[in-house]
């Protein structure tokens, strides 16, 4: 099946810094999309970006299918942005979404 | 503001007893999906429904597990004989019946078995 790769696993920023969060895939997809959890757990969804470029706010993120990563790109972060970052794909004819394990992120005050 | 719910919130049983989950997808979705997360396993997906029929429930252990959605506003997920192995954070989440389409996630269950 379709693997799917996040990185950096864990991140700490200074409140204010830029981050970039990097997620690969190992077959070509038809549907992504990065999710936020938050520190009680709900899953917030960020971004349908199976290709191309959204702005929302403070986020954005590309995703060059033909290359087979996105990028989600958090500016002027802020302690609420703290929390886990997942990108789910799916693929192979699947409508699953699978998970990757995520990005940990922690912005200190 | 439409949103996927999910009832419990929380769940602490024994071993042995019976548990049902429930999920009320959003309004005019027609596909269901149940995931589960566990910090060794992360999110994985147990199963999902479009226009109340199962189309995949390959990662949901069969002689235990079972999925059904009565009606078009009602998802059930339910476990018996539950096992501590199950416990485990349970979300429900709803589409519009492609690939092509947001996931939207319900708040989960977290399931405790003793």
């Known amino acids: 099946g379709i693997q799917v790769e996040q990185s950096p696993p864990d991140l700490i920023l200074q409140e204010g810094a830029n981050s970039t969060l990097r997620c690969n895939f190992s077959?070509?997809?038809?549907?992504l999309q990065w999710f936020h959890q938050n520190p009680w757990g709900q899953l917030i969804n960020l971004f349908y970006?199976?290709?191309g470029t959204k702005q929302n706010g403070r986020l954005s993120a590309t995703t060059v299918a033909t290359e087979r990563y996105s990028l989600l790109y958090i500016s002027s972060s802020q302690t609420t942005d703290s929390g886990v970052y997942f990108c789910?794909?799916?693929?192979?004819?699947?409508?699953?979404?699978?998970f990757g394990k995520g990005t940990k992120l922690t912005v200190n005050p | 503001d439409a949103r996927v719910t999910q009832t419990p919130r929380h769940k602490v049983t024994e071993m042995g007893q019976e548990v049902t989950m429930r999920c009320q997808p959003i309004?005019?979705?027609?596909?269901v999906f149940w995931y589960r997360q566990t910090m060794m396993q992360g999110l994985e997906l147990l199963a999902y429904?479009?226009?109340?029929?199962?189309?995949?429930d390959s990662g949901m252990p069969k002689d235990r597990f079972s999925a059904e959605m009565p009606d078009a506003t009602l998802a059930t997920l339910k476990i018996q004989p539950s096992e501590p192995r199950d416990s485990a954070v349970y979300f429900c989440?709803?589409?519009?019946?492609?690939?092509?389409?947001?996931?939207?996630f319900g708040p989960g269950t977290r399931l405790l078995v003793l």
């Open positions: 989440a709803s589409g519009l019946g492609s690939s092509r389409g947001t996931q939207y």
């Open positions: 789910a794909v799916d693929g192979g004819g699947s409508e699953k979404l699978v």
């Open positions: 970006i199976p290709s």
């Open positions: 429904f479009r226009n109340r029929a199962p189309l995949d």
């Open positions: 077959d070509s997809v038809n549907n």
């Open positions: 309004l005019g979705h027609n596909t």
